[in-house]
């Protein structure tokens, strides 16, 4: 079954301090991987859309990776507007499957 | 920019009663979704329209769930009779075909 698993549920990390996020996939056919931002209480942000594996893509402090198994986003010296969660998809040509996001607090 | 619109953004109904919610995709976005976000989950799709067609019911609870999309650009989510399990946020989504697509506000239902 096509499935889509983010790791670590949640991240606390202080500002300055980089680290990065995984989004594990087992989807037949990839299409492509998709990275979103949301905010408490708001929709989805779109962040990235990977398509083959090798792509990275950067975004200000946010880079995205992809291989044929995972995807990773690395994060580089956050700050405290960078806390939000994360949230990876994963789409074929039938569907698009999200994992359950990882929760990023940067303190001060 | 071109947003993806919905209303309301927050529902606090009584169970049993009827709840309905409208999205406006992006100008020229052929591709509408609707989806459920439970808290601390991912969203879930529950229906996928390609300009008036329903292309991907198969996790919509039709016995209560009902969604359309009549002249192929703003759609409208119905739950009747709505139950405690429905409260969740509504998100709308919409993409050119299916390709990326770009989220809406949502609508946080409370059903008490």
């Known amino acids: 079954e096509d499935q889509v698993t983010q790791s670590p549920e949640a991240l606390r990390l202080q500002e300055g301090e980089s680290s990065s996020l995984n989004c594990s996939y087992t989807?037949?056919?990839?299409?492509?991987l998709f990275w979103y931002r949301q905010d408490p209480g708001k929709g989805p942000e779109f962040l990235f859309t990977?398509?083959?594996a090798g792509e990275e893509k950067e975004k200000e402090r946010l880079k995205a990776t992809l291989t044929k198994k995972e995807s990773f986003l690395h994060i580089t010296a956050p700050k405290p507007e960078d806390s939000a969660t994360y949230l990876c998809?994963?789409?074929?040509?039938?569907?698009?499957?999200f994992g359950a996001g990882t929760r990023l607090t940067v303190k001060p | 920019e071109a947003e993806v619109a919905q209303s309301p953004r927050y529902k606090i109904t009584e169970k049993s009663q009827a709840v309905a919610f409208w999205c406006d995709p992006i100008?020229?976005?052929?591709?509408l979704y609707w989806y459920r976000q439970i808290l601390g989950q991912g969203p879930e799709l529950l229906v996928q329209?390609?300009?008036?067609?329903?292309?991907?019911d198969s996790q919509l609870p039709k016995d209560r769930f009902s969604a359309e999309r009549l002249k192929g650009v703003d759609s409208t989510l119905k739950i009747q009779p709505a139950e405690l399990g429905d409260s969740a946020m509504y998100l709308c989504?919409?993409?050119?075909?299916?390709?990326?697509?770009?989220f809406g506000p949502g609508t946080r239902l409370t059903v008490l």
């Open positions: 998809a994963a789409a074929n040509n039938n569907d698009m499957r």
């Open positions: 989807v037949s056919g990839l299409r492509g």
């Open positions: 100008s020229g976005h052929a591709t």
């Open positions: 990977l398509y083959s």
């Open positions: 989504a919409s993409s050119v075909r299916s390709d990326t697509q770009y």
């Open positions: 329209f390609q300009d008036e067609s329903v292309v991907d």
